[in-house]
């Protein structure tokens, strides 16, 4: 079953980019709520989320004093509070409202790091019910997750098209470490002397196509392993199709793909 998040706040911009990528990414099932208190008040018992996320901004004590309904709520005692904010939000935030179950995510905001604190908070919630003992308290004090909680993976993206792959480095490096190339020989250079999670490969190229350097990796005991997605025209698939019987690539995508189907597929592939 699809984890199921309540989200609020006035960062309408974040909340809506956290929204898009939970549910395209992950296929969390996500219901947004106007920051009121009648609104919160009255949401969070007919949608029953298993974890809430409120995005602040710019807040006052007026602001923050709409987050009282999460107080006046029974079923807040049971449901896990990720705050994104700023410093100053922040400590406005804990001034006022205290509630037990809270984490706190910095902006700007990860996505990677959101990933990884719901991978925390679910298992929280698992344990919960069955594996507590008397006396532990699994949530403990609030939590604040730094951006450099988690690695961020390394990415290779290879295409001789210098604008696509500039559109590519850029989708990416919100969350990942990326180094571009605009040749088949270049990135087997840079492999010699640097480790990378995955490549992103181009499949048309001069001189050393996608082929021709999978094969080289796949000849190569360091690189063996290596997951590679090509990226490829449309015109090119049924070629790609059997590329991934005879080289064992970790599929492909069709450019110009977008920003949500690029990540999507790095996630599928390194989890």
């Given at each position: 079953?699809?984890?199921?998040?309540?989200?609020?706040?006035?960062?309408?911009?974040?909340?809506?980019?956290?929204?898009?990528?939970?549910?395209?990414?992950?296929?969390?099932?996500?219901?947004?709520?106007?920051p009121t208190y009648d609104e919160l008040f009255k949401a969070i018992?007919?949608?029953?989320?298993?974890?809430?996320?409120?995005?602040?901004?710019?807040?006052?004590?007026?602001?923050?004093?709409?987050?009282?309904?999460?107080?006046?709520?029974?079923?807040?005692?049971?449901?896990?509070?990720?705050?994104?904010?700023?410093?100053?939000?922040?400590?406005?935030?804990?001034?006022?409202?205290?509630?037990?179950?809270?984490?706190?995510?910095?902006?700007?905001?990860?996505?990677?790091?959101?990933?990884?604190?719901?991978?925390?908070?679910?298992?929280?919630?698992?344990?919960?019910?069955?594996?507590?003992?008397?006396?532990?308290?699994?949530?403990?004090?609030?939590?604040?997750?730094?951006?450099?909680?988690?690695?961020?993976?390394?990415?290779?993206?290879?295409?001789?098209?210098?604008?696509?792959?500039?559109?590519?480095?850029?989708?990416?490096?919100?969350?990942?470490?990326?180094?571009?190339?605009?040749?088949?020989?270049?990135?087997?250079?840079?492999?010699?002397?640097?480790?990378?999670?995955?490549?992103?490969?181009?499949?048309?190229?001069?001189?050393?196509?996608?082929?021709?350097?999978?094969?080289?990796?796949?000849?190569?005991?360091?690189?063996?392993?290596?997951?590679?997605?090509?990226?490829?025209?449309?015109?090119?698939?049924?070629?790609?199709?059997?590329t991934l019987v005879e080289l064992r690539p970790r599929g492909y995508?069709?450019?110009?793909?977008?920003?949500?189907?690029?990540?999507a597929k790095i996630i599928d592939v390194l989890g």
């Amino acid at each position: 079953m699809a984890l199921k998040i309540l989200l609020t706040g006035k960062n309408r911009r974040i909340a809506g980019n956290i929204s898009e990528h939970l549910m395209g990414d992950k296929g969390y099932k996500v219901v947004e709520c106007d920051p009121t208190y009648d609104e919160l008040f009255k949401a969070i018992p007919k949608e029953a989320p298993q974890i809430m996320i409120i995005c602040l901004g710019d807040e006052e004590k007026d602001t923050i004093r709409v987050f009282d309904a999460l107080l006046d709520r029974e079923e807040m005692e049971t449901i896990p509070v990720i705050v994104v904010a700023n410093n100053e939000d922040l400590k406005t935030f804990k001034t006022y409202i205290k509630l037990n179950k809270l984490f706190f995510l910095p902006r700007p905001v990860s996505i990677l790091s959101l990933y990884s604190m719901l991978a925390e908070v679910e298992k929280k919630i698992e344990i919960l019910p069955e594996e507590e003992k008397p006396g532990d308290d699994p949530w403990k004090e609030p939590q604040i997750l730094p951006e450099n909680h988690i690695r961020r993976k390394k990415i290779l993206v290879v295409d001789d098209d210098a604008e696509q792959l500039a559109q590519i480095k850029g989708h990416l490096e919100e969350f990942y470490d990326v180094t571009a190339v605009r040749s088949g020989f270049d990135a087997l250079k840079y492999l010699e002397k640097h480790e990378v999670d995955l490549m992103l490969l181009d499949y048309i190229m001069p001189v050393m196509d996608g082929p021709k350097v999978l094969f080289r990796l796949r000849t190569t005991r360091a690189h063996t392993r290596l997951p590679v997605i090509f990226l490829t025209g449309m015109t090119d698939r049924e070629k790609v199709v059997k590329t991934l019987v005879e080289l064992r690539p970790r599929g492909y995508l069709i450019k110009p793909a977008k920003k949500s189907e690029i990540v999507a597929k790095i996630i599928d592939v390194l989890g």
